[in-house]
Every structure is written in C-alpha cells, then in structure tokens.
C-alpha cells in the first residue's frame, strides 16, 4: 500500500518493560511527525523529523522516551521502562510539502496497554 | 502555545439530524485543518480552511472560517451512521506540527 505503516498495531508491555515502535511513512516524504492520543482524547505533538534530523522533540513527555529516524525513511519510537501513564495510542504522520501546503498523513497507529 | 477548545465533546444523535460541532481559540489561526478519525484508525484530513469567512463544502459537510480566523465550525446534514467518528480540528504550526482540539466523538444511531 502507499500509505502510512505502522507496527505493531497492538502491544502489551508489562511495566518497567522496553517498547519499539515502527513507522513506515510514505516514500518521498520529508516531514515525519509522532503524536501520543488518549482515548477519546485529540493527538498531542511528541517530535519530529525533517529527514534524519529530529528537529523538535519538545512534546516527548520524559527522557524514557526516544525517537529515531537513521536514514530519513523509517522511524522507531523507543520508551523505556514503561510506565502506566503511557498506555495510549501512538500515531505517526508524514507530509510533503507541495505548492506551499503541507498535509500529513496518518498511519492507523500503535495501541500501548502497560499493566 | 495555541489552544483550541472543541465543543460539544460528545454527541449522539438519530440519523437524519444536523448538528454543529465548534472549535474557538484566543489567538488567530493561520489556517485550520478538520479531520475525521474512525476506531482503531489515524485521523484523515476533511478540509483546510485558510481565509476568514471562508466556507468549504464537502458534500453534507460544511466547514466555515469565522471572519476573525479565531473560530471554525463543522456542519453536517443529514447525519448518517457513516459518520460516525471522533472529529478533530488542528492548527498548524511553522513547523508543520499540528496543535489539535480534544475532538468531537459523534454517534450517529440508525
């Protein structure tokens, strides 16, 4: 497909335990972004990428969070030692710019359950 | 940074009924994007609204930019099942990152 990737849909982690998660953006797109969302809940901005250049990552919520993109294509989110509080659903989103206007793309996001 | 309030949070209707969801903040918009997310889905982009008192109409949806690009509202006619969602405004920042409201979960029942 062309669209956004992300894997797993679904992860169970039992607290203290480390997470990866994995976006596949959209071939070509330069921007990446990741945002965390509660349940019923709006996304919140955690950081972002232009290419392999993280250049904002002032939403990640603690230092046991860490994003990155190696080659500009691929990106994992790490969290470590997890936490209750982080259970949510992670989404990941890549946009290009064209003609001055920038839309991003959603995957179906990662679904975190920490018990 | 800019807070966008959405009202109502939540909305259940029968099918056949209008109804309007509303997202306002302190400051101006430089544009303002709706999107639509299903369960167990990313949100996807309806509309971009760019100039005060703009309206965009996307079949039985209208979107308006109020004049002051401080507040925008959502229409729809004749809701259906199908629109079932949780809707979501969003403000884009320099950066590109997107600032959203805490979004409208919309029931539609048949």
Known sequence: ?115 | TQLLEQSPQFLSIQEGENLTVYCNSSSVFSSLQWYRQEPGEGPVLLVTVVTGGEVKKLKRLTFQFGDARKDSSLHITAAQPGDTGLYLCASSSNTGKLIFGQGTTLQVKP
């Open chain 1, 1 to 115: 497909g062309a669209g956004v990737s992300q894997s797993p849909r679904y992860k169970v982690a039992k607290r203290g335990q480390d997470v990866a998660l994995r976006c596949d953006p959209i071939s070509g797109h330069v921007s990446l972004f990741w945002y965390q969302q509660a349940l019923g809940q709006g996304p919140e901005f955690l950081t972002y990428f232009q290419n392999e250049a993280q250049l904002d990552k002032s939403g990640l919520p603690s230092d046991r969070f860490f994003a990155e993109r190696p080659e500009g294509s691929v990106s994992t989110l790490k969290i470590q030692r997890t936490q209750q509080e982080d259970s949510a659903v992670y989404l990941c989103a890549s946009s290009i710019r064209t003609s001055g206007v920038e839309t991003q793309y959603f995957g179906p996001g990662t679904r975190l359950l920490v018990l």
